[in-house]
């Protein structure tokens, strides 16, 4: 990984920051380019330290390495001429949320076996260089979709990368992570965004309600605070798995409602207790 | 709030046990006796250091305060003959989380003005004695219904433990409080329930998938791991008003499925971004 002199990052937010800052940490030889479609967050992000540089696509001939962290929907089509503008020899990462239409855009390019599909299962609720943090990926982890299409020697640079910012691997092709990841992903945020409306809708001439709401209110509704520039692309590109997901939820949230019309509280007990199990699958999350 | 030498809290679990330690560190000359159905709840919170003696209701009668903190439905039958059972100078506080139900169960009692209805508006997601901890109420909000139904001389009382106890005081009548904290705290917990359920129904045969969630996951369904037996009864006592804020998730659910559907992200874009004036409202909860 020592062989990372010229790092490129393209999207310098939450993600592709927070891997900045700790490539400054770990290879503090190495040059860190940054490339963003917004030049107020290029200036914020050289002002804060987070990159050395800024750059354009042109100057991506001389990168080693290439992070690209863009909403899900651009990089399907930014990453066909970001592997054209690259050597024989570098590795170009993306680490969206997303990661069938990645890999199906990518599939059939000359230099498929420079690129790695990896999601980081990292991140906070806040966005935009600002938002980028060191240490991030400690203790989390990387999932990384068909290592098998990249060659030897880049696998090998990127698991060294990946060990080195802390993380724990797992493989999986990108089919099931798209799909598992509606559950304990996708879902979670619609199930945020949703319950932030309809309280404040209910509640919008009450301001002072909210003195009412306590930790857990705001634990359920914290990833309501999400970037809709994320994730409106994130449910675009997974939409089927997340419409299955959300027709779930709602069809176990009707079976709830109906247990409470019916006045059959032992079924609403057995419901809770049953969910209750997340203790035990939760513990290690944080 | 020093003239009260002999405290009982019936319910020794997260509230009660929690307003025990306060206590215990409050007013170190106070003899803190414990009231439970569960007679290892008792032995478990006499063990803990949690209350100094375990005792009746038969002993109520050397009471100057007693802490009502049992479920919702059981506050309704235990207030009145508590009430019966202390003497003419006793406070009565009932700090559970519906407050309609328990006001209408106790208004035409004798003994009324002995008697406060309250809602500490703080918790966590564990439950009995062992999850009863110091300073949890400490910069909480304290909602106080019908405050005027009590004499002059115990609302003074109880303002100065509530102070005492670090607590921001606000005044509320008891349709007003069930109906608000139905959207501001009871629908988030269901939305937890339901979300719980819905994940680990899909992924039971792939444990594994866990290693997929993250912290988003997480603080989404933190509240399942709620007692059922808490929280059965509550939905029972406010059952109109959490059916109503149920109904209208579930309603912006299928809207976001319908756009979703519709390939309309322009609408689920301004869904989302409407939801982020949570931020603003969310400040100064934790």
Redesign the interface.
């Given at each position: 990984m020592e062989d990372f002199k010229n790092i490129f990052i393209i999207g310098v937010g939450l993600i592709g920051g927070s891997m900045a800052r700790d490539f400054k940490r770990l290879l503090p030889e190495a040059e860190i380019y940054g490339i963003d479609s917004s030049k107020n967050h290029l200036e914020e992000a050289v002002g804060l330290g987070v990159i050395d540089h800024s750059a354009g696509l042109e100057d991506l001939h001389k990168a080693d390495l290439v992070i690209v962290a863009v909403p899900v929907d651009q990089a399907n089509l930014f990453l066909p001429p970001v592997l054209d503008a690259v050597g024989e020899d570098t590795l170009v990462i993306d680490v969206g949320s997303t990661k069938n239409s990645v890999c199906e855009a990518v599939a059939a390019h000359d230099k498929r076996r420079n690129f790695l599909a990896a999601h980081p299962?990292?991140?906070?609720?806040f966005s935009g260089p600002t938002a980028a943090v060191e240490y991030l990926f400690s203790g989390?982890?990387m999932?990384i979709c068909e290592v098998e299409k990249t060659t030897f020697k880049l696998q090998e640079k990127a698991l060294s990368l990946f060990n080195a910012l802390g993380m724990?691997l797992?493989y999986m092709d990108p089919q099931s992570?798209d799909k598992?990841?509606a559950?304990?992903?996708h879902?979670?945020?619609?199930?945020?965004?949703?319950?932030?409306?309809?309280?404040?809708?209910?509640?919008k001439n009450?301001?002072?309600?909210?003195?009412?709401?306590?930790?857990?209110?705001?634990?359920?509704?914290?990833?309501?605070?999400?970037n809709?520039?994320t994730?409106?692309p994130i449910?675009?590109e997974n939409?089927e798995h997340?419409?299955e997901?959300?027709?779930?939820?709602?069809q176990?949230?009707?079976s709830?409602?109906d247990f409470?019309?019916a006045?059959d509280?032992e079924a609403?007990?057995?419901?809770?207790?049953?969910?209750?199990?997340?203790?035990s699958?939760?513990k290690g999350?944080?």
């Open positions: 299962i990292a991140g906070t609720e989390k982890t999932i724990r797992r992570h598992h990841i559950y304990v992903s879902l979670s945020h619609i199930s945020s965004f949703m319950l932030g409306k309809t309280v404040m809708e209910k509640e009450e301001k002072d309600i909210f003195d009412m709401a306590g930790s857990g209110f705001a634990s359920t509704v914290r990833l309501a605070k999400s809709p520039a994730w409106t449910f675009k939409k997340v419409l997901t959300l027709s779930e939820y709602i176990n949230l009707n709830f409602k409470l019309e006045d509280y609403i007990y057995k419901e809770m207790k049953n969910a209750n199990h997340i203790k699958i939760l999350i944080s």
